[in-house]
């Protein structure tokens, strides 16, 4: 499986926007990039995905670069009920399997 | 319309002891993830389903661990005997197929600890 790399932790303040990035230098031009988020006590839900061009949807924008080294998953106002870990995860064709790494952990202060 | 459910949510049991999870994934859903996730990691896919059919189970500790799913809709999960190192929370997932576009949907998941 093609790898990503994030950071582990990142802080951010209340209301204010947040830039988690993620590295996949290794990816293929099928892999799709995908974000998950994990609540506290919750299984991870989906936020985001794409392949080459930005996408945004109600929870989030997705920034992708030009040459699709690295990605990132843009909150434009973080709410304390943002805080939480973050997955970046490549979906490669034909398994498209959703693997997991390490996450980044949000914290949010209010 | 109900997410995917799991039960129990929680699990306490001795070690060397059967457990078995249940999960109740979203009507219509073909596809049926079983994760295990340690603590402080990321989950770790352990067995898919595509209807009744397991796929994608190299992951599954075979000589402990078993999976079914009856007419391609629940699914079960069994442990026996169960280990201290089975501790963990087991993720159940569905989604609408498996292409690179779809969205998995999981539930709240069923922590076990082994005593």
Same mark, same amino acid.
């Given at each position: 499986d093609a790898k990503t790399t994030q950071p582990n932790s990142m802080e951010s303040n209340e209301e204010e926007p947040v830039h988690l990035p993620c590295n996949?230098?290794?990816?293929? &031009?099928?892999d799709y990039i995908h974000w998950y988020r994990q609540l506290p006590s919750q299984g991870p839900e989906y936020v985001i995905h794409g392949l080459t061009s930005n996408v945004n949807n109600r929870m989030a924008s997705l920034a992708i670069a030009e040459d699709r080294k690295s990605s990132t998953l843009i909150l434009h106002r973080a709410t304390l009920r943002d805080a939480a870990v973050y997955y970046c995860i490549l979906r490669m064709p034909p398994g498209n399997m959703l693997t997991f790494g390490g996450g980044t952990r949000l914290m949010v202060k209010p | 319309e109900a997410g995917v459910v799991q039960s129990p949510r929680y699990k306490i049991i001795e070690k060397k002891q059967p457990v078995a999870f249940w999960c109740n994934p979203i009507s219509g859903h073909n596809t049926l993830y079983w994760y295990r996730q340690n603590l402080g990691q990321g989950p770790e896919l352990l067995i898919r389903y595509e209807n009744e059919e397991a796929v994608d189970?190299?992951?599954?500790?075979k000589d402990r661990f078993s999976a079914e799913r009856l007419k391609g809709v629940d699914s079960t999960l069994k442990i026996q005997?169960?280990?201290? &190192?089975?501790s963990a929370v087991y993720l159940c997932a569905s989604s609408l &197929?498996? &292409?690179?576009?779809t969205e998995a949907f999981f539930g709240q998941g069923t922590r076990l600890t082994v005593v």
């Open positions: 996949h230098s290794t990816i293929s &031009g099928t | 189970d190299s992951q599954l500790p005997p169960a280990e201290l &190192g089975d &197929g498996r &292409g690179v576009n």
